[in-house]
């Protein structure tokens, strides 16, 4: 038995070894996997969800406003604009592959995406509804009533369920065979001389200290200023407005540099257009260091590698409202 066990020890572990290509194991990054959805009916019911301003007061208003799947799962604004053109506290994150974060928003307030999705709807500088006025315009469309029982069976429309089909969708939302994952793969014609040196700065500088694993990010919660203090005027406590910690004052969760280069502007409070200029500011802020112009200019190279092939598939078509449908309330 011993003996066997061994023997079945070293056959799973050369297999193992064998299926993982050796440079992919050394890295502190690695590849983004493929994801198909689990649930047909859900991801279908999640995308139109998605897509459905109705989930607003206004009517106008959907997750994808801020969060625009054309622009990287972002909406390229400084701070989101909400119901009544509400200028937003804290600079939108993108979804792409948000199902990797450890916890959602800046201060990982919320533990998994399904909790996420039902904030915004009764968000009043957001979608500005309720979840039961939410709930009352999907019960009123005959068609979401029939798509619910295909998901879930018996049991209606709630809240649950709503954001459950959300977060169904929101999973497939990954960025899989970025040229630095082909890198990451094996296939070294991938990267440029310049983006690989790029890679070994981030890699050798300390950057992968807080990005790393398959999101480049989104593991943990950092201090924002490590070696100076990061000016500015956006109130955001980070993780101390969750934990009262007085510790955990400026620490955020560390954002994914996944398609990076699509998710301008940067850092919490939005503030930073270039890449440039946030790649100067991290190393001199996180890691006390200068880069020259020229160092600089690899990494961010290196950063646009992280660009994957973004979700594709076709838009949804909304089932119309029926003549009971509660009205839109956009100017109120
Ligand atoms: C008005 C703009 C707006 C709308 C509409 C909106 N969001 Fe967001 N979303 C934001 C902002 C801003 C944040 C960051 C808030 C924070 O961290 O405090 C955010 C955070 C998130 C996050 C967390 C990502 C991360 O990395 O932490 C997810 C996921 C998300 N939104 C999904 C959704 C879904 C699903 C909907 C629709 C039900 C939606 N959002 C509607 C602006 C919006
Ligand atoms: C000590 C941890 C830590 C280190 C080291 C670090 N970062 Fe960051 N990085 C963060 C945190 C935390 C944020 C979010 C800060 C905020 O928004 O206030 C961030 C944000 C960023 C952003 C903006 C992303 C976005 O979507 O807003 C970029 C780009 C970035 N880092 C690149 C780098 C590079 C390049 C290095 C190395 C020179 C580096 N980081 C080193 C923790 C770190």
Redesign the pocket.
């Known amino acids: 038995m011993f003996l066997f066990r061994i023997f079945l020890w070293s056959v799973l572990s050369f297999s193992l070894v064998s299926q993982v290509p050796w440079i992919q194991a050394q890295e502190p990054i690695q590849p983004i996997e493929e994801m198909t959805p689990k649930n047909r009916n859900l991801f279908e019911l999640g995308k139109m969800l998605y897509f459905d301003p109705r989930l607003s007061k206004s009517g106008f208003i959907s997750c994808n406003s801020c969060h625009n799947l054309s622009m990287g799962g972002s909406d390229n604004l400084q701070t989101s604009i909400g119901h009544n053109w509400t200028k937003g506290p804290i ?1 939108a ?2 979804v792409l592959n948000s199902s990797m974060n450890l916890a959602q928003f ?1 201060d990982g307030r919320a533990k998994d995406l399904k909790e996420q999705a039902g904030g915004p709807i009764a968000n009043p500088g957001e979608m500005a509804f309720t979840h039961e006025l939410a709930v009352d315009v999907l019960e009123s469309i005959p068609q979401y009533q029939t798509l619910f029982q295909q998901s879930f069976g018996e049991g209606g429309i709630n809240i649950d369920r709503v954001t459950e089909a959300i977060a169904a969708f929101e999973e497939t939302l990954v960025t899989p065979d970025s040229r630095f994952d082909q890198w990451l793969r094996g296939d070294e014609s991938a990267l440029t001389a310049d983006e690989l040196k790029g890679y070994q ?2 890699k050798h ?3 992968v ?3 790393n694993g398959p999101a480049v ?1 989104g593991a943990s ?4 200023g ?1 070696f100076e203090p ?1 000016q ?1 005027d956006n109130p955001a406590e ?1 993780r101390a407005a969750v934990t009262g910690i007085d510790a955990d004052r ?8 996944r398609n ?1 280069e699509l ?1 301008y ?6 503030a ?1 257009w270039t ?1 440039e200029e ?2 100067d500011l ?2 001199r802020l ?2 006390g ?1 200068s ?1 020259k112009p020229h160092q600089n200019a690899r ?1 961010v190279a290196f ?1 646009k590698t992280l660009t994957g092939r973004q979700p594709t598939f076709q838009i949804p078509v909304l089932p119309p409202s029926s003549n009971s449908t509660p009205r839109p309330k956009p100017f109120q």
């Open positions: 600079n994150p993108t800046w700065i981030f500088s300390g950057c200290a807080c990005h990010g919660y950092q201090k924002m490590v990061y500015t980070g400026f620490m955020f969760k560390v954002p994914t540099l990076v998710t502007p940067y850092f919490h409070d939005g930073v890449l946030a790649v991290m190393g996180q890691l260091r880069f990494i950063l």
